[in-house]
């Protein structure tokens, strides 16, 4: 290790010296954490001691930084590098906290948040499918589609039983039995100018369904794009309860596809309210989790037919009068309407509550003023899947109304009754709070899903509180909270990510923080060597 971190270091001086001013004394190199995030900085000192800044590339040092680290079991190594034009240099690496973007610092860099699809209930409902009734209506929907095209679009030959039974095996999960008794039909397709559904989707041949599922597996099951301090409430993809609100899931296995990274799947592990084999829409640009499309194939390909029934379509690629049709670019449907559900009120955004709130709702944001008084929460009682409610700038009334209802992020102003009508909440994951008077988080240690804590406006009665909050991972203070909670030794056990509410923020005040929740455990490392310029 030693050795490679010579050469390593050898190699950026060398790069550095090329661009060095005449006359140079000294090189310093730092790695920090600014204000505007992570960086690396340096300077030349010259003869008459002023200074040359430069900017290094800053791959050469957060590689450096990142093996060390590695090799060390360091969240993140800082580093510091001197040069004098004599030749001797030294390389000195130690352990931090990682910090983004100033105020924020991760203590616990493999800290994502958390995703409920795992945990929610699985359904018990039977599936939705009928495998003789899906034959009957792709067989229609295929006749259907060579009448208003002129073209019968070929399909693979059809598998066995054994054959579908070995997927299965690969798979590790048993097909739905109306996907299952297509597949004893076709096989797919391998072109995606003979797509099946509705050509703009290829349906995939068994063999590609396992590739694509264990691919699929390999991708997050949890938001890893958001930063470390989001709250990221997973948005529900369908009617409540009925898709689970993950990124992925082993259980949603993909069948068909426009290959570019999205499928079409069923969903073979549906939460409460969903059917075993209903078809979702997921992959590479479903940031906020899957669609819903439908409780099953059968229903897909019902849809499908009412489509072309009320006209719902457009042909592509049709020749003109006299034209043969191009076996490359047969002609297909485009359709003019989507087969999901239709888009219900499940977000409401306005100075205050909607005059008639929708049942449902999943997301309110209030973003009034201060002179329009308090905000009464109680018409959110007609809301039962309300998820998300942000209150800006104004105190609430009412908010025991929240207590029965599945709310996992609240943003508010707290009136005289402080945080006592939530205690208990099974689901409340997030609170960003306001309010006036010293406040009492005694009932903290009643919310077991609480993870996410914003009281930078807040007056505390007893941060002291904050360490018994044992799946808290998430805290912002002021420098003045932060500094009562450390010398009182309260830091939250599990927490990954704090942030300063506060302050100017300079490098140096900020670094003075950040060290007060004290280095990685581990020794410094130190390199030294000697490298002549021009030698």
Do not use: K
């Not at 009754?417 to 009492?440: F, I, K, V």
Request: charged letters at 25%.
């Amino acid at each position: 290790m030693v050795e490679r971190l010579e050469r390593d270091v050898r190699a950026i001086l060398a790069r550095l010296a090329r661009s060095a001013p005449e006359g140079w004394t000294e090189l310093r190199l730092e790695t920090v954490d600014s204000r505007y995030g992570p960086g690396t900085y340096g300077r030349w000192t010259l003869p008459d001691g002023s200074r040359h800044g430069l900017r290094p590339d800053p791959a050469d040092l957060d590689a450096l930084a990142a093996a060390i680290a590695a090799e060390r079991g360091w969240p993140r190594a800082r580093l510091h590098l001197t040069h004098d034009p004599a030749g001797p240099y030294t390389l000195t690496a130690t352990p931090e906290p990682r910090a983004t973007e100033g105020r924020l610092l991760v203590l616990d860099p493999d800290h994502v948040p958390p995703a409920p699809g795992p945990a929610q209930p699985g359904s018990v409902l039977p599936p939705a499918g009928d495998a003789e009734r899906a034959v009957a209506l792709l067989a229609e929907y295929r006749r259907r589609v060579t009448e208003l095209t002129g073209h019968e679009r070929p399909l693979d030959p059809p598998l066995t039983s054994g054959q579908i039974a070995e997927a299965e095996r690969r798979l590790g999960h048993r097909l739905p039995d109306d996907l299952r008794a297509l597949y004893r039909v076709a096989n797919g397709s391998d072109v995606m100018a003979n797509g099946l559904w509705l050509g703009y989707l290829r349906w995939l041949p068994l063999d590609e369904v396992v590739r694509a599922h264990a691919d699929w597996t390999q991708y997050p099951h949890r938001p890893d794009h958001a930063r470390p301090d989001e709250t990221c409430v997973m948005h529900e993809p369908g009617p409540l309860d009925t898709v689970r609100r993950c990124l992925n899931h082993p259980g949603w296995i993909p069948f068909a596809t426009a290959d570019d990274g999205n499928y079409h799947a069923v969903d073979l592990a549906p939460a409460e309210h969903g059917r075993p084999g209903q078809v979702i829409e997921s992959g590479r640009d479903f940031h906020d989790g899957p669609l819903y499309v439908a409780d099953s194939v059968t229903s897909l390909l019902a849809a499908w037919l009412d489509l072309i029934d009320r006209g719902a379509y457009e042909i592509e690629d049709a020749p003109e009068d006299g034209e043969e049709i191009d076996p490359d670019y047969p002609p297909g449907l485009e359709v003019t309407e989507s087969v999901r559900p239709r888009n219900v009120e499940r977000s409401a955004l306005g100075p205050g509550l909607p005059a008639a709130v929708a049942p449902t709702l999943l997301e309110v944001t209030a973003d009034g003023g201060i002179d329009e008084g308090p905000l009464d929460l109680a018409p959110l009682a007609a809301a039962p899947g309300l998820r998300v409610l942000r209150v800006h700038s104004r105190t609430v009334t009412g908010l025991g109304t929240l207590r029965p209802l599945p709310v996992e992020l609240l943003r508010a102003g707290l009136d005289g009754e402080g945080l006592a009508p939530l205690a208990g909440h099974p689901q409340l994951g997030a609170l960003d709070l306001a309010c006036a008077g010293p406040l009492d988080l005694a009932p903290l240690r009643t919310l077991p899903a609480l993870w996410w804590l914003d009281l930078s406006r807040c007056a505390v009665q007893d941060l002291g509180v904050l360490r018994e909050l044992d799946g808290l991972r998430y805290l912002a203070l002021t420098g003045a909270q932060w500094t009562e909670l450390l010398a009182r030794g309260a830091l939250p056990p599990a927490l990954a990510v704090a942030r300063l509410a506060d302050g100017p923020g300079t490098a140096a005040e900020l670094r003075t923080w950040a060290d007060r929740f004290g280095p990685a455990a581990g020794e410094a490392c130190h390199v030294n060597g000697t490298l002549v310029v021009g030698g």
